[in-house]
């Protein structure tokens, strides 16, 4: 059994729609696959693609990620009421949206539900300064295609409604009955805030720095959070999958090693600096 991992998928890019549903039918019949979020606004295109990809695995993992959560198609009143249709929807078609144990590889799979802590909405924001940055996020999309119910005003609040669906995978009376001696959990959102800047020798095989192509945005005030990773650890995780950023990193970290593996956008992987892998990444065999 292998573990096949990739985030940020946007099926909307025909390209990214034609690499996803191209996967063979037969190589990955005893595998495992972990799409951790950003998949598609578009109700009917995850249904065609949990359609086209559960026949093909073992099992297929997935938490849905921001862009999934956009509402400006309108079929839904906010999108809490999206996320709750999205979860209705895998498990009426056997995507695993809970953790689940393999005890025949002694292995534990934790999904875990996240979002973000702005600048100003949090001590866990992950937020980091930049020089000139617009602090209004004004070209940020979740601002104008995410809604919230009225008792979630600002992201700090929402961010703890989704920490909180992980709770109870995270008792002791839990782990002490399922916790498996090899853990994997994996989130759409950034756990940490070292994971956002690249390192130096992240750069070296990138060919070096090049010019950003967003001067006043600051990815990192919508990044995730640090409490993210506080559920990480009390899980005692071996391996974290995340997405969100669109860029690969694959470190270990005070014990833990995060992986991230994008498909991005079509342009993104065009781009000779790119870290973006148009191939899910094989992190694991059991």
């Known amino acids: 059994m292998r573990i096949f991992a990739v985030s940020d998928i946007h099926i909307d890019y025909d390209d990214n729609w034609n690499y996803m549903t191209s996967l063979s039918a037969a190589y990955y019949a005893d595998d495992i696959l972990i799409i951790a979020g950003d998949i598609s606004d578009n109700m009917e295109k995850l249904k065609r693609l949990f359609a086209n990809l559960q026949p ?40 695993v949206i809970q953790p689940k144990h393999y005890i025949e590889h002694s292995l534990s799979i934790f999904p875990l539900f996240s979002w973000y802590i702005k600048h100003d909405e949090g001590p866990d924001s992950l937020y980091k300064p930049k020089v000139g940055e617009d602090k209004s996020l004004a070209m940020w999309a979740d601002n104008y295609f995410t809604r919230w119910p009225s008792d979630l005003t600002d992201s700090g609040m929402v961010n703890d409604y989704f920490l909180q669906l992980n709770e109870e995978y995270l008792e002791p009376e839990y782990q002490a009955q399922n916790l498996s001696q090899k853990v994997i959990s994996f989130s759409h959102f950034l756990p940490r805030q070292d994971l956002i800047f690249s390192t130096a020798t992240e750069r070296k095989q990138m060919g070096g720095d090049f010019p950003d192509p967003h001067p006043r945005f600051n990815f990192s005030s919508v990044a995730g959070s640090s409490s993210l990773d506080t559920q990480i650890r009390r899980l005692g995780c071996d391996i974290h999958i995340y997405g969100h950023q669109h860029r690969n990193r694959n470190r270990r970290i005070d014990g833990i090693q995060y992986i991230s593996n994008c498909l991005g956008y079509p342009q993104e992987r065009q781009s000779v600096n790119t870290v973006v892998s148009p191939v899910a990444a094989d992190i694991l065999q059991i």
């Open 56 to 95: 093909k695995f073992r099992d297929i993992f997935y938490v849905p990620g921001n862009h999934d959560l956009w509402v400006r198609l309108k079929e839904f009143p906010d999108s809490i009421a999206k996320f709750k249709a999205i979860l209705a929807l895998c498990l009426g078609v056997g995507i």
